[in-house]
């Protein structure tokens, strides 16, 4: 009788914890904008920093978020294209391990019914998360495989209007009363908070934005607005301006309604998929990027490619404050699930760490399988470098690497965002030697880009279609 009440009460106990878990799990709304540049809100990314935010564009509503959360000066995308950049989100995985390092290649070797990805961990914790996925998607197969209860579909850029083959129709300024669905998604996102709220089920709701990709869409009053505004001298373009304006109205409308009910137990994430495209046409060409003061844009791993917005808001978080510590795409997968369950996810595969203590100002770093942050783009693409190049960054520091001549570059992009200042040698005698840290970065990226068997660059590979089915070229 002692052994059989002792075990009642152990168990009632495990289930009155296992319920009070359930009745605290937080919700989660990661809102995930497409090419929208580090520099591309009226925020700040650093603190003082007026260079860190848009000289033209205006986003009340982001600039919510920061004023009630965190920002991350250093955060990254998981590469300068879209696709590479979602998978690693959903996955926490580098695009290098996934060997999905490009739009439009073949990823018959993902399976994406089985791999860890955030709506599975958080059904594991609680089975009563209700996940969704709403927008553009961007990724083969659908959100279902990988895990969402409710989504668009596997939605992508020709689903939010996008004229690939006429660049004349891609620029151009036109107006629509739901601009690159901006308002439909931002509807249907509303929908599912206050249908989960009623059934008092926690959510994890993943907006993720066609704007501000080309085509540029925007409401008739926003473009009056901007076309009456001053530009800016790196952002003049009144129909970007209108389009940010558009998108920032509707995650207004997403703040209202968590004010609306009350949803205190709620993270706001928000973000770009990479950086912004760095001009758009009749500007001289890459004179001053759109992402200026930081190098280049899209498409290419310098900072204007792979730099992006990253804010936090949500409960305990301290407002208005920023952090310096580098995070990257696949620690969302982590973080969220420390969050949600307490616990580190333990699995060799996973690139990402948690930032849950960096949130909550217990921490200022962030713990990794690997060190460092590492991008691969093993292509040559004719409207960015045209070199195919790798890059690691730890600290401040982040070298490039370019696999046609193994020539590297060392840069503090701390105090050199515009990636000008090589510190990968020292000049001895007149000749160039690559200096310790040069050095130590380039076998760490090396190695780690060998271990997970990344796609390698060799002339004439393109990684695109069936690329991967019919050359075997991995480190």
Not at 26 to 38: K, Y
Not at 208 to 237: C, E, M
Request: glycine share 6%; aromatic share 10%; with cysteine.
């Amino acid at each position: 009788m002692h052994k059989a009440l002792l075990f009642l009460i152990l168990f009632l106990s495990a289930q009155i914890s296992q319920a009070q878990n359930v009745a605290e799990s937080p919700n989660f709304i990661f809102i995930l904008a497409d090419d929208q540049g580090w520099n591309g809100t009226s925020v700040r990314m650093i603190e003082n920093n007026d260079l860190s935010k848009s000289d033209f564009y205006e986003t009340p509503n982001i600039e919510r978020i920061a004023n009630n959360g965190v920002v991350f000066s250093n955060a990254y995308a998981s590469a300068p294209v879209c696709a590479p950049s979602r998978y690693s989100i959903q996955f926490g995985q580098t695009p290098a391990r996934l060997k999905m390092i490009r739009v439009g290649m073949n990823t018959e070797h993902i399976n994406h019914q089985e791999k860890i990805s955030i709506p599975r961990e958080l059904k594991k914790i609680n089975l009563n998360y209700k996940t969704a996925h709403f927008g553009k998607w961007g990724m083969d197969s659908t959100p279902e495989a990988v895990g969402y209860d409710v989504s668009d579909g596997a939605t992508k850029n020709v689903d939010g209007v996008f004229n690939y083959n006429s660049n004349k129709l891609q620029w151009s300024n036109n107006e629509a009363d739901d601009p690159k669905k901006i308002f439909s998604i931002t509807q249907r996102a509303i929908n599912f908070i206050e249908e989960n709220n009623k059934k008092n089920k926690p959510f994890f709701l993943q907006i993720s934005h066609y704007a501000i990709h080309s085509d540029i869409l925007a409401r008739g009053t926003s473009y009056k607005k901007f076309n009456s505004k001053k530009t800016g001298k790196i952002h003049d373009n009144s129909g970007l301006a209108a389009m940010t304006f558009d998108l920032d109205e509707s995650i207004g409308l997403i703040l209202d309604k968590l004010e609306e009910l009350n949803l205190e137990n709620t993270y706001l994430i928000y973000s770009s998929d990479n950086g912004s495209v760095p001009i758009i046409t009749p500007r001289k060409y890459y004179r001053e990027s759109y992402n200026y003061p930081l190098s280049r844009g899209k498409w290419d791993a310098t900072e204007g490619g792979i730099r992006v917005p990253f804010i936090v808001m949500g409960p305990g978080i301290k407002k208005t404050r920023y952090s310096e510590t580098p995070i990257s795409f696949s620690d969302l997968l982590p973080t969220i699930i420390e969050i949600a369950g307490n616990k580190r996810l333990k699995n060799n595969e996973l690139d990402g760490g948690s930032f849950k203590d960096i949130l909550n100002q217990q921490n200022k770093t962030v713990k990794r399988k690997t060190e460092g942050i590492v991008f691969h783009v093993p292509y040559e693409n004719k409207i960015a470098l045209e070199r195919a190049h790798s890059a690691i960054i730890i600290d401040s520091l982040k070298l490039i690497k370019y696999h046609d001549n193994n020539e590297i570059n060392l840069f503090d992009v701390k105090n050199d965002l515009s990636e000008s200042i090589d510190l990968s040698k020292v000049f001895i005698n007149e000749k160039p030697i690559k200096t310790k840290t040069a050095i130590r970065f380039e076998k760490l990226l090396d190695e780690y880009l060998s271990e997970v068997k990344a796609p390698k660059w060799q002339p004439g590979i393109t990684w695109k279609e069936n690329s991967l089915k019919t050359i075997n070229s991995f480190h």
